[in-house]
T-cell receptor
Framework: GQQLNQSPQSMFIQEGEDVSMNCTSS?????WLWYKQDPGEGPVLLIA?????ELTSNGRLTAQFGITRKDSFLNISASIPSDVGIYFC??????????FGKGTRLSVIA | NAGVTQTPKFQVLKTGQSMTLQCAQD?????MYWYRQDPGMGLRLIYYSASEGTTDKGEVPNGYNVSRLNKREFSLRLESAAPSQTSVYFC??????????????FGSGTRLTVV
């Protein structure tokens, strides 16, 4: 089955720092999604990417669909305490169900 | 409020008991999914229903059954609960067309403990 490798597994950063995380796939995807999950809640969609090379922003968040279609990146600029949570990448191709990475746990130190 | 509603939010079962987790969406989405989330494992697909009247196994279907009751509702049943099924269960729905997928929305989860 399709595999997603998400890195890093966890990050501890100072408030105000920029954050980068990425996902790589063993196969080509035609959709990449990035989610954030707060404690006790379901994942919430942050950014959706539908074309290779696409770069999309949502406030301080920017995500890119890699040109090889096997990777995606999420950047968070000027982190704040409420950015704390688990970030998941997810992707799929064709009619296949969404496959998730194992998540990046972000901690922000004020 | 539009979205995905899961019930119950919390449940404790004894080994061998059965129960059904309910999921309903009011966004007219055609595809619905059940995932389980365990520490360090991310979200793993149990079963999905690409459209009303169809269901398919995901990555970890053993010990579960599903029913796509109508377009809105997709239930997950544990016939004989085991401690290994202690997890957080999430339902999700999407609108899928021939061209694209839109609106992958998750419920807030059901926290199940099997003792």
């Amino acid at each position: 089955g399709q595999q997603l490798n998400q890195s890093p597994q966890s990050m501890f950063i100072q408030e105000g720092e920029d954050v980068s995380m990425n996902c790589t796939s063993s196969s080509i995807f035609n959709t990449w999604l990035w989610y954030k999950q707060d404690p006790g809640e379901g994942p919430v969609l942050l950014i959706a990417l539908y074309k290779a090379g696409e770069l999309t922003s949502n406030g301080r968040l920017t995500a890119q669909f890699g040109i090889t279609r096997k990777d995606s990146f999420l950047n968070i600029s000027a982190s704040i305490p409420s950015d704390v949570g688990i970030y998941f990448c997810a992707g799929h191709s064709g009619n296949t169900p969404l496959v998730f990475g194992k998540g990046t746990r972000l901690s922000v130190i004020a | 409020n539009a979205g995905v509603t899961q019930t119950p939010k919390f449940q404790v079962l004894k080994t061998g008991q059965s129960m059904t987790l309910q999921c309903a969406q009011d966004m007219n989405h055609n595809s619905m999914y059940w995932y389980r989330q365990d520490p360090g494992m991310g979200l793993r697909l149990i079963y999905y229903s690409a459209s009303e009247g169809t269901t398919d196994k995901g990555e970890v279907p053993n010990g579960y059954n599903v029913s796509r009751l109508n377009k809105r509702e997709f239930s997950l049943r544990l016939e004989s609960a085991a401690p290994s099924q202690t997890s957080v269960y999430f339902c999700a729905s999407i609108y899928r067309s021939a061209r694209a997928v839109r609106g992958y929305t998750f419920g807030s989860g059901t926290r199940l403990t099997v003792v």
